[in-house]
């Protein structure tokens, strides 16, 4: 257990240093020499090498923590690692697993309730509650500077894609497409109402805008296949070539008609398009795109109402989309289509810019994690302030109930609130303050009854985080003791990691390897 406990807390170390909007950004390189920089937690665990089970675990509950609400992930395996640490002193002092087990369920069923008392329910769709929300979260990224009007975006995008049934909002995060395109700088990423396609159009006498555009979805190239006698084909007279090539005419002819049968004047294909038919399609004013990636057909889908069909002769008005227009746009040196006022109000878009490849995907996950903040809140509109307020405050109560508990497990509810402490004397440390004395000053200043008091981690120093409008939305909480108090249950509860990999047959060696590599010896004949 020790072992596993250590491997955890390797982990959790590693990352410490990156919480908070003082934390120091990561860089990451891979066995390919390319570099990531990032603060997200996620993200880190994601690209390191991590092989201990037990560590895994860790890297895993970044990953739920990510699916779930879509920040916090820092936070979650810090306050895993912390527990375990914890629950390793008290391993120490005898106290069993079990018990310990038990502490930890009934501490992280109290914290539960407490969030939920000191939750500040909110109108999900007030705006300036959402920015807030929204700001915060990137607060501690690379694009702080541009939080503001990344925050704004991403409200924009959440509330446009949100649908409410019963009372009850509903927030499907696939309705919002992001784009990235280097070039221009991170303030020129704006929202796109409808999709925007990283393609152009196939042909230069096809038109650039269409409008009132019904849109056709086709998963089959518009092309002859090509047979693989190819070199058999002898032609001889001129006659002949005539004849063939007449065919071939009337072939894509035919394609063409369809596509002009089905009443569609744009056309995205997922396959290639033969010059030729191109060239008939311009003709016919028909716009189209030939290679589009599968994720953009299904967004196509799902934005116009149009059907992916894969054969050209189910191409129909009825399964065809509607965008009210389709415009080829000039993006830095590049071309892309943009499906503006889709029959799905709902789809957007947003067209993301920065100087560099790395910008642009260090914004790309910083809106992530802003537009999942946003929904947290749409979906349970509840909040906390955050600087680690809230957390000193479940401290404080668990510590409380630690005493109307008897016996050994109280020890391990006491153990519970010094490891979620961890998130506030992290934060101040990042900071530059020292921990433990705005550990105690926090505690004081709660216990006199200023609930919101937390880490101003900009002017290092304790301060009201709510006047601040320092806001999370409360899921990022619940979701952070759960996974968190689940982690380290489980690591608990083993005895020990048994390498059941080493047990399978080793591959086949080379001559002369008789087990290949410390595998079991071949059975007798
Ligand atoms: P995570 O991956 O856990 O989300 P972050 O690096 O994003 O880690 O840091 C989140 C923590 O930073 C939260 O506890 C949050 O309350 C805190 N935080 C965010 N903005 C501020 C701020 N302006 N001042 C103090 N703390 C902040
Ligand atoms: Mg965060």
Redesign the pocket.
């Known amino acids: 257990m020790h072992a596993n406990i250590m491997a955890a807390k390797i982990v959790s170390d590693a990352i410490k240093s990156?919480?908070?909007?003082k934390?120091m950004d990561k860089m990451l390189v891979d066995n390919f020499g390319d570099i990531t920089i990032t603060?997200?937690?996620a993200t880190m665990l994601k690209e390191m090498d991590i092989q201990h089970p037990a560590a895994k675990m860790m890297v895993e509950i970044s990953k739920t923590q990510d699916d779930e609400v879509g920040?916090?992930?820092?936070?979650?395996v810090m306050l895993a690692g912390e527990l375990l640490s914890k629950a390793e002193d008290l391993v120490e002092k005898k106290v069993h697993p079990t018990v310990i087990i038990d502490g930890y369920r009934k501490a992280a069923s109290e914290a539960l309730d407490v969030l939920e008392e000191i939750g500040i329910p909110v109108d999900p769709k007030n705006k300036d509650y959402l920015r807030s929300i929204a700001v915060?979260?990137m607060?501690?990224?690379l694009v702080s500077g541009q939080a503001e009007h990344l925050a704004k975006i991403a409200v924009d995008a959440i509330l446009q894609v949100a649908e409410e049934k019963d009372g009850k909002h509903d927030v499907d995060l696939d309705y919002v497409k992001l784009e990235k395109k280097i070039g221009e700088s991170i303030s020129d990423t704006n929202l796109i109402k409808g999709l925007v396609i990283d393609k152009e159009v196939v042909h230069s006498g096809m038109p650039k805008t269409v409008k009132d555009a019904k849109i056709g979805l086709l998963d089959a190239a518009l092309e002859i296949e090509k047979t693989e006698f190819d070199s058999k084909l002898r032609i001889e007279s001129p006659e002949e070539i005539r004849a063939f090539l007449d065919q071939e005419e009337q072939t894509f002819r035919g394609l063409v008609d369809k596509v002009k049968k089905a009443g569609i004047n744009v056309l995205f294909c997922q396959k290639g398009i033969d010059d030729t038919v191109q060239h008939f399609l311009a003709r016919e004013g028909v716009m189209a795109a030939r290679r589009v990636k599968k994720s953009d057909m299904e967004a196509l889908a799902r934005a116009t109402g149009a059907k992916i069909v894969t054969n050209v002769d189910e191409l129909n008005t009825a399964d065809s989309g509607y965008a009210k227009k389709v415009e080829e746009k000039k993006i830095a040196d590049n071309k892309m289509i943009f499906v503006e006022d889709c029959r799905n109000p709902r789809a957007v878009s947003i067209l993301i810019r920065g100087g560099t490849e790395r910008i642009t995907d260090e914004t790309e996950r910083s809106l992530h994690?802003a537009l999942s903040v946003v929904k947290d809140v749409i979906v349970k509109p509840k909040i906390l302030a955050?600087?680690?307020a809230p957390e000193i405050e479940v401290a404080r109560r668990i510590r409380k109930f630690a005493g109307t508990v008897s016996g050994k497990e109280s020890l391990a509810i006491k153990a519970f609130a010094d490891a979620i402490e961890t998130?506030p004397s992290t934060?101040a440390e990042n900071a530059g303050m020292d921990p433990i004395d705005a550990l105690s000053e926090l505690q004081s200043r709660h216990e006199k009854g200023e609930l919101w008091a937390?880490?101003?981690?900009?002017a290092g120093k304790v301060t009201d985080?709510k006047s601040?409008k320092?806001y999370?939305p409360m899921s990022i909480k619940t979701q952070m003791i759960k996974s968190a108090s689940e982690a380290a249950s489980m690591i608990l509860k083993i005895d020990d990691v048994i390498a059941s990999s080493k047990m399978r047959p080793p591959p086949k060696g080379g001559p002369g390897e008789e087990y290949g590599g410390g595998g079991m010896p071949p059975m007798p004949q």
């Open positions: 990156s919480l908070g909007p934390g603060n997200d937690g920040d916090g992930t820092t936070s979650v915060t979260s607060a501690t990224k994690d955050g600087g680690g998130i934060l937390g880490i101003d981690a900009e985080m601040q320092v999370e």
